[in-house]
C-alpha cells in the first residue's frame, strides 16, 4: 500500500493453541519508514490469564500484545520487556502506539534484528530509574547474559524523563549494523545520557572480548536538557567503537559532551547541530576520524540563565593523564565546522584544541566569537605531557612514555575572525623536540599567531 493510501483492516477467526483467537491486522505508515504491518491478537476471555501467545507477522503493538498500560504512571518495564523478548528473539518490531506513554523505572533488554519504533512523538518511555546505571541495554537478556548482536533500529521513540536518573538511556554491549534514528530524547533537568558504550565486568565480563561494538549509524535524534556544570550527560557517546555515522542530530543544553568519540576508529561526523553549557565535540585517542559542517556553539543553562566556562568547542586530543596504552589522535579531518560563542560565554582554553595529534588537518573552519568574556585562543596546537607520573604506552611505538608529540599537522584556511572579537592561532609546549613531524599553518585569517618553534607558515593574515 502506497503513502496516503487508505488503511485497510481485515479480522478473522482462527485457532492458535488450542484457542479460538481473532487476528486483526492494520497496516501504518510510519514517517520515513516502510508500511508496517502490525497484528494485534485479542484472546477469548478464557485464556485472559494465559500468556500472550508467539505473534505472527514483522511487528506487534506493545500494548495489546503484553498489556502494558502507556498512561505514564502505571510501571510497565515488565510488559514492554515481554515484548522486547519477543522481537529480540524473532526478528520483529515492536511498535509503540500512538498517544502511549510506557513508564520505566527498571533496565530493558533488546538484541538480535529486535526492532523499537514509534507511531509518532507521542509514542514515549517515560524514565524514572533513579541510579539504574543502563537503562535500554543492548545485545544482552540481563547480566552475564550475552545474545546475538543488536542488527536492529530504535525510530521514532520519544525518551522522556519524568524522575531522577543518572543512567545512559541506550547503552550498547554488542551491537553490528544497527540504527538509532529520528528519536527525541528530553532529559530536563536530570543527569540521564541518551547513548554510550563500554565495558563493565559485573554486567559483560572481558568486555574487550565479549563486547561488539561495529558500525552503527546515529542519524537525526533530538536531544534536549537543561544541564549546568554539575547536571547532564554525553549527548552522543562512543566509546571503543569501530565504524560509525553520526549526522543531522541536534543537540541542546547537555552539561557535558555534546558528542563524545573515545578510543574508536573510523568515524564520520557530519551536519550536527550542538549546543552545550560547557562540554565539547569530543574526540579522544581515536583513529580515522572526519568531523565535517558541524555548528557547534556555547549556551548559557536553560535551567539557572548562568554561564559556565568550558575549555574548547572542538578537542582533539587525548582522553586524560593516566597511565594507559591507547592511541594517539591519528589520521583525523576537521573541516567546515562553524564554532560559536554566543554573547556571555566565559570560555577558557581554545576553541579548538588539537592535543598530541598525527596526521591531522583543520581546515575551512569558521569561528564566531561574540562574548567579550570568553579569554580561548581560536586553535591550540600543543603536545600532550603525562606530567603526573603517569605512563603512556604508545601502541605504534613512536613516542616515549612521557609526551606524545606533534606529528604531521596542517591548519589552513581557518577564519577566526567573524564575530565582534577576533581570536588567535597559537602554538605552545614545552620545547620544540616534542614537534617531530611537519606542521603547516597556511592561509588562515585570525586576530595574531604564536608559535614556538618553527612550522611552515604561508599567506596567514591578520583582521
Request: glycine share 10%.
Amino acid at each position: 500500500m502506497g503513502e496516503g493510501a487508505d488503511s485497510s483492516i481485515y479480522s478473522s477467526g482462527m485457532l492458535l493453541r488450542g484457542r479460538i483467537m481473532s487476528l486483526m491486522i492494520s497496516k501504518k505508515i510510519l514517517n520515513g519508514l516502510n508500511s508496517i504491518v502490525v497484528f494485534t491478537i485479542l484472546a477469548n476471555a478464557s485464556a485472559a490469564q494465559s500468556d500472550p501467545p508467539i505473534p505472527f507477522g514483522d511487528t506487534i503493538d506493545i500494548a495489546a500484545y503484553s498489556g502494558a498500560v502507556g498512561d505514564g504512571v502505571t510501571d510497565d518495564t515488565s510488559r514492554v520487556q515481554m515484548a522486547l523478548t519477543v522481537c529480540s528473539n524473532q526478528g520483529l518490531t515492536c511498535l509503540i502506539p500512538s498517544n502511549k506513554s510506557f513508564l520505566i523505572t527498571k533496565e530493558l533488554y533488546l538484541w538480535g534484528a529486535g526492532n523499537l519504533v514509534g507511531t509518532d512523538s507521542t509514542s514515549s518511555l517515560h524514565l524514572n530509574t533513579g541510579s539504574v546505571p543502563y537503562i535500554l541495554n543492548i545485545g544482552i537478556a540481563g547480566t552475564q547474559q550475552l545474545k546475538s548482536p543488536w542488527t536492529g533500529r530504535i525510530q521514532h521513540v520519544t525518551f522522556q524523563a519524568v524522575g531522577p536518573g543518572t543512567g545512559r538511556i541506550i547503552f550498547l554491549w554488542r551491537s553490528d549494523g544497527a540504527t538509532i534514528a529520528n528519536n527525541i530524547f528530553n532529559v530536563g533537568a536530570y543527569g540521564y545520557g541518551p547513548t554510550s558504550s563500554g565495558n563493565n565486568n559485573h554486567v559483560v565480563r572481558n568486555g574487550n572480548a565479549h563486547c561488539i561494538r561495529k558500525n552503527i549509524k546515529i542519524i537525526a535524534n533530538v536531544i534536549t536538557a537543561k544541564g549546568t556544570d554539575l547536571i547532564g550527560n554525553e549527548g552522543i557517546g562512543l566509546n571503543q567503537w569501530d565504524g560509525a555515522e553520526i549526522a543531522y542530530n541536534t543537540v541542546s543544553g547537555v552539561g557535558d559532551d555534546m558528542i563524545g568519540i573515545h578510543f574508536s576508529r573510523n568515524i564520520n561526523i557530519h551536519d550536527n547541530d550542538l549546543s552545550g553549557v560547557d562540554g565539547r565535540l569530543f574526540v579522544a585517542n581515536s583513529r580515522h576520524v572526519t568531523i565535517v559542517n558541524n555548528k557547534v556553539s556555547r549556551e548559557a543553562s536553560k535551567l539557572t540563565g548562568l554561564w559556565y566556562p568550558g575549555i574548547a568547542l572542538l578537542y582533539i586530543g587525548h582522553e586524560a593523564d593516566v597511565p594507559n596504552n591507547e592511541s594517539a589522535p591519528t589520521h583525523i579531518t576537521a573541516r567546515g565546522n562553524t564554532l560559536t560563542y554566543n554573547p556571555g560565554a566565559v570560555d577558557r582554553g581554545a576553541a579548538i584544541y588539537v592535543y598530541g595529534p598525527r596526521n591531522v588537518t583543520v581546515s575551512d573552519n569558521i569561528v564566531v566569537n561574540n562574548s567579550s568574556a570568553t579569554t580561548a585562543s581560536g586553535i591550540h596546537l600543543l603536545p600532550f605531557a603525562f606530567l603526573k607520573g603517569s605512563v603512556w604506552r604508545d601502541p605504534d611505538g613512536l613516542d616515549p612514555h612521557m609526551v606524545s608529540r606533534v606529528h604531521n599537522v596542517t591548519i589552513a584556511n581557518n577564519n577566526l575572525n567573524r564575530g565582534s572579537h577576533p581570536m588567535s592561532v597559537i602554538q605552545t609546549g614545552q620545547h620544540c623536540d616534542y614537534y617531530v613531524g611537519p606542521v603547516t599553518i597556511e592561509n588562515n585569517l585570525a586576530r595574531d599567531y604564536s608559535f614556538i618553534c618553527d612550522p611552515i607558515t604561508r599567506e596567514n593574515r591578520r583582521n
